[in-house]
């Protein structure tokens, strides 16, 4: 069966979203990525006091000390994931968002088998989002390169609530850390444990780039 038309998908997802923001249109979206971050009481409040908390891939939530608070209403993540300690806690009570981005150039891996077996997954269409991301990227003439998880999600949220407010916490490519060199390329800085992999389809320069320009916008706003 084909997918629905691509504004179709759009109203799916917006329609499945928005019981997790309570039922109407979020004014304040969280992403939350996986980047150390140090304690930070206000910033905890901020990511949950959101409409909307989305986190990704690899993570875990605060314990004793605040840094990046604890709700979790939306999970992207990708089939090569290494899961957190939280990743899949309480996964019957949030919504799991399926990137494959590489879907459209050669990746066709099934899902693993070791995956809660009653894990409900939306697929993010290719189509009508990721490949978006990769023009706002300007990534299109580049043979084979897609966004990381990080920026997809804050580019999805994005498309899905064009009038909200998008926080950004964790993310390695926010103004003030560390570039990644090309010559450590091999894994990112994680906030709870050991580095996770860089694979070679991303282009980082570009989206730290993106997200200075979608911070100069305003509709961006990376939190300290």
């Avoid at 409040?45 to 986190?55: E, F, K, T, W, Y």
Wanted: charge should be positive; aromatic fraction near 6%; glycine fraction near 8%.
């Amino acid at each position: 069966m084909l997918p629905p038309p691509a504004p179709q998908q759009t109203q799916i997802l917006r329609r499945l979203l928005l019981p997790r923001a309570g039922g109407r249109l979020p004014r304040t979206v969280a992403v939350v990525g996986n980047a150390p971050l140090g304690v930070s009481e206000e910033r905890a409040a901020a990511i949950d006091g959101a409409d909307l908390v989305v986190r990704m891939t690899t993570f875990a939530v605060d314990g004793e000390q605040p840094a990046i608070g604890r709700r979790t209403d939306v999970v992207v993540l990708h089939r090569a994931v290494q899961p957190g300690p939280d990743t899949f806690r309480d996964h019957a009570a949030r919504l799991y968002l399926l990137a494959e981005p590489g879907r459209a150039f050669w990746e066709s891996e099934p899902l693993p088998p070791w995956w809660p077996g009653d894990l409900e997954l939306i697929p993010i269409s290719n189509r009508e989002f990721t490949s978006r991301t990769r023009r706002a990227l300007r990534l299109g003439r580049v043979a084979v390169a897609w966004p990381t998880t990080g920026t997809l999600a804050v580019h999805l949220m994005h498309r899905l609530f064009p009038h909200a407010r998008i926080l950004l916490a964790g993310s390695s490519l926010l103004p003030g850390r560390p570039a990644v060199r090309p010559a450590a390329r091999a894994h990112l800085d994680h906030h709870w444990g050991g580095g996770v992999a860089l694979t070679p389809e991303h282009r980082l320069d570009r989206e730290r780039r993106a997200l200075r320009s979608w911070t100069r916008a305003g509709w961006l706003e990376p939190l300290a």
